[in-house]
């Protein structure tokens, strides 16, 4: 009965399975390039970010400092 199977559901090659394979990886490694670029891009946008604040802290510790005269008792 399984012999009947075999004239609608024809097995493939196996080629096709290796060309299956063969595009699979390449899905993946294309992903993981996508990862790691979006990765690298995230990685310097935060450096900037982090760059800027750090100056901005330090500016701000250089102004005066209003509150501290409101809160002076």
Request: net charge negative.
């Amino acid at each position: 009965m399984s012999k009947d199977f075999t004239y609608i559901i024809p097995t493939p090659p196996p080629e096709v399975e290796e060309v299956f394979a063969a595009v699979e990886v390449t899905k993946e490694y294309y992903n993981e390039v996508q990862i790691r670029s979006e990765h690298k891009l995230y990685c310097e946008w935060y450096r900037t970010t982090a760059t800027r604040h750090r100056q901005e802290l330090e500016k701000m510790r250089g102004e005066l400092n209003l509150f501290a005269w409101f809160r002076r008792q």
